[in-house]
């Protein structure tokens, strides 16, 4: 008989050392915004996350996966993910998500921001925004959650009322488990599907990262076999943090404050991971 993967169930102690690669991650990804820049490359904003990796004994999660060439995703403009970093200049008015992961003692971490170059445009600001807030509300519905799908549906319908259908989910490209590989069961949907999953229980750690366009969702994956742009030419932004779930409650792996400075204002208090 056929069933669902196999979810991956940490016990606290693992949780904690997911929490050492979630917080390399994210000091990875602070030095690579901090090299984001107009005329800046994305290889000068791969070679700043690459440099934190190394300073803290880590490896990346992203060189070498299926042959991979850097360590992060750098996807500029109408590129939705998997951009492969080059020499480039970055201009003003660029828009760039950066995906990146760090694996520190056998344990992964995988986050994703957007950040905005010199003078962006109102809609890609817009954009940006309405990405951040709507993996925020993911996660904030995680929290109380029974099963996985509720997640989904809560970015659809954070995003829809808040845009009026202004901006196209991605369904090509989910968040996923995560724990002793970046990819794992189960999938993490943002959008509203029937089938609501497995449930959620203590041990599992998920990374939420939706992706809004301002266009049609259309897609289309170029000859190098990674990079993923929109058909229409339209912008792409992508958020994603790794959250872990124990007895207690959630902990964000990838914010040194495990989340509570954002979900604090919607409602959810945030639980160190107990010994």
């Keep these: 008989m056929f069933g669902r993967r196999k979810i991956e169930y940490k016990t606290n102690d693992q949780l904690r050392k997911m929490v050492r690669a979630g917080v390399v991650t994210s000091r990875a990804l602070d030095a690579a915004v901090s090299a984001t820049a107009v005329g800046a490359s994305t290889l000068d904003i791969d070679r700043a996350f690459r440099e934190v990796l190394e300073s803290h004994g880590a490896s990346s999660n992203f ?3 299926y042959g991979y060439p850097a360590t992060v995703c ?11 970093p080059n020499d480039e200049p970055l201009a003003d008015g ?8 760090a694996i520190v003692d056998g344990w992964h971490g995988d986050s994703a921001r957007t950040v905005l170059v010199g003078n962006a ?16 509300r993911g996660i904030a519905v995680a929290a109380r959650a029974e099963r996985v799908g509720e997640i989904g549906n809560a970015i659809e319908a954070f995003v829809r009322q808040e ?9 090509d490209f ?10 794992m069961a189960p999938d993490v949907l943002n959008y509203r599907a029937r089938d609501l999953g497995p449930k959620l229980k203590p041990g599992m750690a998920l990374a939420i990262e939706p992706m809004l366009v301002t266009g ?13 742009k929109t058909v229409d030419g339209s912008h792409a932004s992508q958020w994603e943090h790794s959250v872990a779930f124990h007895r207690d409650g959630i ?10 400075s954002e979900l604090g204002p919607l409602g959810v208090t945030v639980a160190p991971i107990p010994d």
Aim: charged share 20%; glycine share 16%.
């Design 121 to 136: 445009s109102r809609e890609d600001r817009d954009l940006s925004e309405m990405t951040r807030a709507a993996m925020w």
């Design 174 to 183: 989910v968040g996923h488990g995560i724990g002793t590989q970046m990819h």
């Design 251 to 260: 902990w964000v792996l990838t914010a040194e404050d495990g989340g509570a």
């Design 163 to 171: 845009s009026g259908g202004t901006y196209g989910i991605i369904e």
């Design 94 to 101: 660029d828009i760039i998500s950066i995906d990146g992961g």
């Design 63 to 65: 060189l070498g996966y």
């Design 74 to 84: 750098a996807s500029p403009n109408d590129v939705v993910v998997h951009g492969i």
């Design 216 to 228: 049609s969702t259309e897609t289309v994956t170029l000859d190098d076999d990674w990079t993923v």
